[in-house]
Structures are given as C-alpha cells and as structure tokens.
C-alpha cells in the first residue's frame, strides 16, 4: 500500500506527467492509494498562490482526490511524530513539519512513501521510501 506525496500527486495533473508514474498507477486499486490531510492543504496551499488556481483545483478535485483515500492527522499519527521528532532531535537531524507528520501517518498505516523528494524522507527511521518519477 502507498502514501503518494504531494510532489507525486502534482506531477499526475502535469500536461506531460512521468510516464513510469503513469504506469505504475494504472495497475492499482483505490484500495491501495492513500494520501495525506495535509498534502491536501499543501495542494490548496499551492493552487491559491497560482493565477491558474481555478484550473488547478479542478485538475485535482476532478482526477486526483476521487482516486486516493485521504488519511488524518490523528490522535495515533500525533503520538508517532513526537516519537520521530524526539529521536530526529537526540541526532541532530531536522526536518520540516509537515513533511515529518506526513512520515508518521505513513508509518502509523505502514505504507510505503511515493515521493521524488527522497532526500527529505530518507532521515526518517522505519520509513520506505520510493520514487516513481524516475
């Protein structure tokens, strides 16, 4: 099962999305796409900055979101990113927020990361990390 970040969900409305991305998502069930409340907001973030905001929302809300369950930020998801927190704290290691909520619902549900910012997952301890785009 795999937790799609928001760099992958945006190349899917692309005008020349990644062709190995596209193929490999024609060969799964909505049963196993998952993705994340905040890659939503990013999402939204995103499209409310662009002067194509209208386009790009429709692009998601028309293609993407149907086909991907959508998990929370929930009360288990809080206790294992103050578990990765602590730890990425005790080494020295940084990592952004909402990038490190994301690794936690993906480990909370054990799904498997589909990013091409794999520099910023790998840190994570626990967490597959893969890119389809390339």
Known sequence: MY????DTLSNIVKQRPSDRLVQRLQHLAKAVQFT???NVGEIYFGANRSPRKNQILQAFEKSVFPNVNILPFDEESGRVFGLLKAELERTGI??????????????QHR????????????????????????
């Open 36 to 38: 994340t409340a905040i």
């Open 111 to 134: 799904l498997a990361l589909i990013t091409g910012n794999v520099k910023h997952f790998k840190i994570i301890p626990g967490l597959r990390v893969e890119n389809w785009m390339v």
């Open 3 to 6: 937790l799609f970040d928001t």
């Open 94 to 107: 940084g990592c952004s927020e909402p990038d490190l909520r994301i690794a936690a619902i993906a480990l």
